[in-house]
């Protein structure tokens, strides 16, 4: 139990592609207030690497962009983010 605290206030991605509880993939709408997850784009040492997709979004770090029905919801940000992604083109998940 310490230590899943520990892990969701440093922002590090659980081995199960979890961030607090919500799973690392599926529809993700953007929101300017009030977002689930606050993620910054960086271009080394990110928590996860996801690739935008359009259908079947099942497989950790795969993000289909929606405007409403969303599986959980971001907001970007430059600074203390809860999650650090990269996108990619392959190969999404953990690093």
Do not use: H
């Amino acid at each position: 139990m310490f230590a899943e605290l520990i892990l969701a206030q440093t922002g590090s991605v659980a081995e199960d592609c979890t961030w607090n509880g919500i799973p690392l993939y599926g529809e993700v709408e953007v929101v300017e207030s009030l977002p689930d997850i606050r993620v910054q784009i960086v271009s080394s040492f990110p928590d996860l690497k996801v690739k935008q997709v359009t259908s079947f979004a099942d497989s950790c770090g795969e993000w289909t962009y929606v405007t409403s029905f969303a599986d959980f919801s971001i907001q970007f940000v430059d600074s203390f983010p809860d999650v650090r992604i990269k996108y990619v083109e392959s190969f999404p998940g953990l690093p």
